[in-house]
């Protein structure tokens, strides 16, 4: 609930802000405040105490996310030549994702020197947050563009590509399938504890969720390299969203083998890797410069509702059946959404 509840007011960020930064004559300063708002959001965390403190700290970290999201993206893309949107968004996910990698691995060490102490650990989070801010503001260059004329929120909707609109579609019937992946944390936690105890489990599961990570940082730019190389992105998207349905399938098995649950680790950071860079570089292909802050906003938000749907989705009948039952129902919508992508024109 905690992670879909912050994806549903992530994605009405990502809308507002994508359709306000193509009104911008820079878009840098509001990409700034998404990550400095973000930084303090999750920092909050070490002075949690309940779990509402942690749904209003993961919400406020996620709105900021939302807000620098369509700006950060519309200031790569304006400084891309078309032909290598693919490395370059695949390249933004791959350096996106070393963090994430050193992430865990950090925050499992620093547990060990702080006697276990998560507080610290999240004070700890300013620093390299802070240093992010910092870097954005004072490296990040931008060209000035025109004011462009003030359109409405709606109008703006409209007026977007019909291709594009297509590529919507089947993004948000893919997402509605598309759990959260902190959701593999929970069920490799489950499915190791009762060989290797609780405490062993989940620290297994966060070393497996770095493997996860690493795989998604490869992915990443390995399939943005490949779209630029290939006649048609759109075979690379609909490839990654076959082989998360595949890793649904395998979640339905209930393993508890722990190299299996490394392979569907492994599947789940190669799916969401190309899915990234993917989506994004299509989303830039089809739609002009002057709309990318909407064509990025829109993209993210149908994103952020299908984790929503699915986290709740997954998670209910996960709760309310089994895991078989979970996982096929992921698998269908997962697989619906490659065969929407591949008839894209």
Not at 50 to 73: F, M, N, Q, T
Not at 103 to 126: C, D, E, I, M, N
Not at 157 to 179: E, S
Request: hydrophobic share 50%; net charge positive.
């Amino acid at each position: 609930a905690i992670e879909g509840i912050s994806d549903g007011l992530s994605s009405f960020a990502k809308l507002a802000a994508g359709h306000y930064t193509d009104r911008l004559k820079r878009r840098k300063p509001l990409a700034v405040f998404g990550y400095a708002f973000t930084t303090l959001a999750t920092a909050s965390f070490a002075f949690a105490t309940h779990a509402y403190h942690l749904l209003a700290g993961r919400a406020a970290a996620w709105l900021g996310r939302g807000v620098r999201s369509p700006a950060r993206k519309a200031l790569l893309a304006a400084d891309t030549p078309p032909e290598a949107y693919g490395r370059a968004f695949g390249f933004e996910r791959l350096m996106d994702t070393l963090g994430a990698i050193v992430g865990p691995l950090t925050a499992l060490w620093l547990l060990q020197v702080t006697g276990h102490s998560y507080r610290k650990v999240f004070l700890w989070t300013l620093l390299p947050g802070l240093i992010a801010v910092a870097c954005f503001w004072l490296l990040v260059r931008e060209k000035p563009s025109e004011v462009r004329q003030k359109k409405s929120f709606l109008h703006g909707l409209r007026i977007l590509p019909r291709p594009f609109h297509r590529l919507l579609m089947g993004v948000g019937v893919f997402g509605a399938g598309d759990f959260s992946h902190t959701l593999l944390i929970l069920y490799a936690t489950r499915m190791l504890s009762p060989a290797h105890g609780m405490a062993r489990a989940a620290s297994l599961a966060v070393i497996l969720y770095t493997l996860h990570n690493v795989f998604y940082a490869g992915s990443a730019y390995a399939s943005g390299w490949l779209s630029d190389h290939v006649p048609h992105r759109k075979v690379v998207l609909a490839s990654g969203y076959m082989l998360a349905g595949v890793t649904a399938i395998l979640l339905m098995t209930g393993t508890h083998s722990l190299w299996l649950l490394a392979l569907i680790f492994v599947l789940a950071g190669l799916y969401i890797g190309t899915e990234e860079a993917l989506e994004d570089s299509l989303a830039a292909e089809m739609v002009p410069h002057e709309q990318h802050g909407m064509a990025f906003g829109t993209l993210a938000a149908v994103n952020a509702v299908g984790d929503f749907v699915s986290s709740l989705l997954v998670g209910a009948l996960w709760s309310a059946f089994n895991v078989e039952v979970a996982f096929a129902a992921s698998a269908v919508l997962l697989i619906s959404g490659a065969i929407l992508i591949t008839r894209l024109r």
